[in-house]
């Protein structure tokens, strides 16, 4: 009977693969901006590295490979509509596309004068460019290669946070409460692979030309090497099991301060709230190398690599000036955010922690369609709702008998979070999409564990369901009245 129940799942998910690679094939046919062979051909060889990296960090699952294929399969949907939205639908092509928004166009721009040899001045625009370049041949078409990039970014992203959620409680690792959980170590990279791919604005930013799909994969890649290191760690291995995480934590920053260098300071700050899941004997190396990411922070500030940490009200004057009416609503609450004193914005930090938990609104899908078609996504925020009732039901009721690893990573996910919310009043939630990898892992971990089966829970999801109702109320009463083309994102 198992040798049967083996057989079918097998199948099931070779027919799922099959129906994704249809599907794909079929958008490509249907909204065509190149050689649609090609480009699924090399969509389906990245899906079938991921799904060999998941079987490898996570073990063979059937429920860990239908959410990759899903997610290759929504990825690649995105990038058909996407690249014939910037090519074929504008009379326009691969290699000079209709790039609609500032950040696509400044980066294409960088890559042309990078190859032209005149990335000189500030440096710190080009950093992404570079990355680009020296990844991308001059002979591909361009657009679609860097979406590719990006969807393989953010495949790897899902199944990095999946196997660090599985060490953080690997079996026979002990949690706080002195027991073992092996059934839940099998089943928490699913869970945390799907927190990850039900998120919208995740997903999103996979098919689009902006960085934010290098960004959440970098920090993905620091909390897996994290989780991975104190694994051996426990488990008492040689030191040299060290090494390859130790190399791989080097090139993550290395790559760090070229694409994002203002996330070096909230690196710094993971690796020091890290040391909360390691053996006394082993904290004094994560605080040298919390000093190492400053100090390489510090470097690609002196060397001109780096801008501000984060761009405060810099946004808010941007959006009021250009767009008056886009910031109506949130001006009419909290007005002239920028100018505001310290004490005053740390007074206004919850009101500012909640615009950055509901935004993007879930309402105007098309505001961002210069982005691409598939920014409409972006704006189906239930997902990450539910997600974030999960991680703040973990943190309020879990945080004592939950493992240290995933205490790490909500300790590092809310001070990040508040880091990002105060100098920008929470208008500009995507610069929190790098923390989404240390959110989901304790969501993740109340289903896995069966805390979801209390009645703290059941009571927790009630009062949670029923605040994010009214609050979206209100917020829609106010946003359609005062800024009709939202607020923020």
């Known amino acids: 009977m198992?040798?049967?129940?083996?057989?079918?799942?097998?199948?099931?998910?070779?027919?799922?693969?099959?129906?994704?690679?249809?599907?794909?094939?079929?958008?490509?046919?249907?909204?065509?901006?190149?050689?649609?062979?090609?480009?699924?051909?090399?969509?389906?060889?990245?899906?079938?590295?991921?799904?060999?990296?998941?079987?490898?960090?996570?073990?063979?699952?059937?429920?860990?490979?239908?959410?990759?294929?899903?997610?290759w399969t929504v990825l690649g949907v995105g990038f058909a509509v996407n690249s014939w939205w910037f090519t074929t639908a504008a009379d326009a092509s691969a290699q000079c596309p209709a790039l609609l928004n500032d950040d696509a166009a400044?980066?294409?721009?960088?890559?042309?004068?990078?190859?032209?040899?005149?990335?000189?001045?500030?440096?710190?625009?080009?950093?992404?460019?570079?990355?680009?370049?020296?990844?991308?041949?001059t002979w591909v078409p361009q657009l679609q290669a860097i979406i590719l990039l990006n969807i393989a970014c953010t495949l790897v992203s899902i199944v990095l946070i999946g196997a660090a959620a599985q060490r953080a409680l690997a079996p026979g690792t002990?949690?706080?409460?002195?027991?073992?959980?092996?059934?839940?170590?099998?089943?928490?990279?699913?869970?945390?692979?799907?927190?990850?791919?039900?998120?919208?604005?995740?997903?999103?930013?996979?098919?689009?030309?902006?960085?934010?799909?290098?960004?959440?994969?970098?920090?993905?890649?620091?909390?897996?090497?994290?989780?991975?290191?104190?694994?051996?760690?426990?488990?008492?291995r040689p030191a040299r099991a060290l090494i390859v995480p130790g190399i791989v934590l080097a090139a993550d920053l290395g790559l760090c301060m070229l694409i994002r260098p203002q996330m070096l300071i909230f690196m710094a700050l993971a690796l020091g709230v890290w040391m909360v899941a390691l053996p006394r004997s082993y904290r004094q190396w994560m605080l040298l190398l919390s000093a190492a990411a400053i100090g390489l922070y510090m470097y690609a500030s002196s060397a001109n690599l780096s801008g501000q940490l984060i761009r405060d009200g810099e946004d808010i004057n941007f959006f009021m000036h250009?767009?008056?009416?886009?910031?109506?609503?949130?001006?009419?609450?909290?007005?002239?955010?920028?100018?505001?004193?310290?004490?005053?914005?740390?007074?206004?930090?919850?009101?500012?922690?909640?615009?950055?938990?509901?935004?993007?609104?879930?309402?105007?899908?098309?505001?961002?369609?210069?982005?691409?078609p598939s920014t409409i996504?972006?704006?189906?925020?239930?997902?990450?709702?539910?997600?974030?009732?999960?991680?703040?039901?973990?943190?309020?009721?879990?945080?004592?008998?939950?493992?240290?690893?995933?205490k790490a990573m909500a300790i590092?996910?809310?001070?990040?979070?508040?880091?990002?919310?105060?100098?920008?009043?929470?208008?500009?939630?995507?610069?929190?999409?790098?923390?989404?990898?240390?959110?989901?892992?304790?969501a993740a971990w109340v289903v896995a564990a069966g805390r979801w089966r209390s009645k703290a829970f059941a009571i927790w999801a009630g009062a949670f369901t029923a605040t994010v109702a009214i609050a979206l109320v209100v917020i829609a009463v106010f946003v359609n009245h005062y800024s009709p083309q939202g607020w923020g994102g």
């Open 322 to 372: 250009y767009n008056p009416d886009r910031l109506n609503a949130y001006s009419l609450i909290s007005p002239a955010y920028s100018n505001l004193d310290i004490p005053e914005k740390i007074v206004r930090l919850p009101f500012s922690l909640a615009v950055q938990f509901f935004t993007p609104l879930p309402m105007g899908f098309t505001r961002h369609i210069a982005f691409g």
């Open 377 to 406: 996504l972006a704006h189906v925020s239930y997902p990450w709702y539910a997600v974030g009732g999960l991680f703040l039901f973990f943190c309020f009721f879990c945080f004592r008998g939950a493992p240290s690893a995933l």
């Open 174 to 236: 002990p949690q706080a409460d002195g027991t073992s959980a092996p059934h839940t170590a099998r089943n928490i990279a699913g869970w945390a692979m799907a927190a990850m791919a039900i998120n919208g604005y995740f997903m999103s930013s996979g098919v689009i030309i902006i960085k934010d799909a290098w960004s959440v994969l970098l920090m993905a890649v620091l909390i897996f090497v994290l989780a991975d290191g104190r694994r051996s760690i426990v488990a008492c």
């Open 2 to 71: 198992t040798h049967v129940h083996t057989n079918v799942v097998r199948h099931g998910s070779l027919i799922a693969a099959v129906g994704a690679i249809a599907t794909v094939g079929a958008m490509l046919y249907c909204f065509p901006s190149g050689a649609p062979l090609g480009w699924l051909t090399a969509l389906a060889v990245v899906g079938a590295c991921t799904l060999a990296l998941a079987r490898h960090l996570c073990g063979a699952s059937t429920a860990n490979s239908m959410i990759i294929i899903t997610a």
């Open 412 to 442: 590092f996910a809310i001070l990040a979070w508040v880091a990002t919310a105060y100098p920008t009043g929470g208008t500009v939630s995507r610069y929190c999409l790098p923390w989404l990898p240390a959110v989901v892992a304790p």
């Open 106 to 137: 400044t980066v294409w721009q960088r890559m042309a004068e990078y190859r032209l040899g005149l990335a000189a001045g500030d440096v710190r625009s080009f950093g992404y460019a570079i990355v680009l370049c020296h990844i991308i041949p």
